[in-house]
């Protein structure tokens, strides 16, 4: 009998930016702190000390590697994801990330699709794995950092936005936390929300006395449903039903019960949106990454690897226990959930 080709996580690293406080810095970013601190959060990450992403994320890299007892030398594949601003145009993260950890002709592949990047990362790693015999051994690493001239950390959406970033080694047909399948879903309708207006090649400079950080990302989602209340709530709703759609594709596809299901971690988000998404797939919200939202604020694509590693560290997953890792990328309107046997 063939061995599995299905990849496991065998170890984790992270790193992350500053920790601060969420009540002691808000009104460096918004005029009402308190509605900041309404969506749950103690504290978040942010990278101050001249760090680069690239750098943060050769920092996990180096150690998943570390815990897994491996060098550079002995990937197969890196695949890395950046959920946010790239440090420059004309630029592969995936590329800048392999030379910053010292690897020498290992294929990268850069995965860009906002919080939706890390799932596509693993997924792709795990199609190689069943492409190619050869590739047996992937680090994904995936990173998060906020750009202060880009985007308001605080009002960019109804989260904090943090920085930190995660890798992970994957080697084909490890037993443990094994990665069973994923679902994806996207809504085109939505394609042009949260998008950041100047910078690109469309409007590559704003218009006099105009700049990024004056843009209301909200604002265009109420402008797309016209101000009409049952146009939001709708939009609201598809949010969640959404999600339970591509949790249960996802159990579908591996062949799993539905009803196996141990824990969702989902996006760190505030916590109003972690219990509706508890509630849309029928778990308590204690069965979530709801209290580790709090502490580490949302960080894009790296949420849901960085919560898995906690939730086995702390004890509070088994082996065998069904994880459902999913979320939703607003830029784009992605929905994704990629399951995990631990």
């Not at 695949?79 to 690897?103: F, I, M, Q």
């Not at 797309?224 to 598809?238: A, K, L, T, W």
Request: net charge negative.
């Amino acid at each position: 009998m063939e061995a599995p080709v299905e990849p496991g996580i065998v170890a984790t690293g992270t790193a992350f930016g500053e920790r601060l406080s969420v009540a002691g810095t808000a009104a460096e970013y918004v005029s009402d702190p308190e509605f900041a601190l309404s969506w749950g959060y103690d504290t978040y990450h942010r990278l101050t000390d001249g760090r680069t992403p690239t750098e943060l994320a050769a920092e996990a890299a180096r150690a998943a590697l570390d815990g897994a007892g491996l060098t550079v030398d002995d990937v197969d594949l890196i695949v890395a994801g950046n959920s946010d601003v790239p440090e420059y145009l004309g630029w592969d993260t995936s590329a800048a990330v392999a030379k910053e950890l010292g690897a020498h002709a290992t294929p990268t592949v850069l995965v860009t699709q906002a919080c939706a990047a890390w799932s596509l990362a693993v997924d792709h790693a795990a199609g190689a794995m069943a492409l190619s015999p050869e590739t047996n051994t992937a680090l994904v690493v995936v990173v998060n950092v906020v750009s202060e001239q880009h985007a308001n950390r605080m009002a960019f959406n109804t989260s904090v936005a943090s920085d930190g970033a995660v890798a992970v080694v994957l080697r084909r047909g490890h037993a443990r936390c094994r990665r069973l399948a994923s679902a994806h879903y996207t809504n085109p309708e939505f394609a042009n929300l949260f998008r950041i207006e100047y910078g690109g090649s469309a409007v590559p400079v704003p218009p006099e006395g105009e700049h990024n950080l004056k843009v209301d990302p909200m604002a265009a989602v109420y402008r797309h449903v016209g101000r009409d209340p049952q146009r939001f709530q709708g939009f609201v709703d598809e949010i969640n039903g959404r999600l339970t759609d591509v949790v249960d594709r996802a159990f579908a596809r591996a062949g799993k019960d539905r009803g196996r299901l141990a824990r969702l971690i989902f996006l760190n988000d505030n916590q109003q949106a972690i219990r509706e998404a508890a509630d849309a797939v029928g778990l308590p919200v204690e069965r979530t990454n709801a209290e580790l939202a709090r502490k580490y604020g949302h960080m894009g694509a790296v949420d849901q690897l960085v919560c898995l590693d906690e939730h086995i560290r702390a004890g509070e997953l088994a082996p065998g226990d069904l994880v459902a890792l999913a979320g939703i990328a607003v830029p784009g309107m992605h929905w994704f959930c990629t399951l995990i046997e631990v």
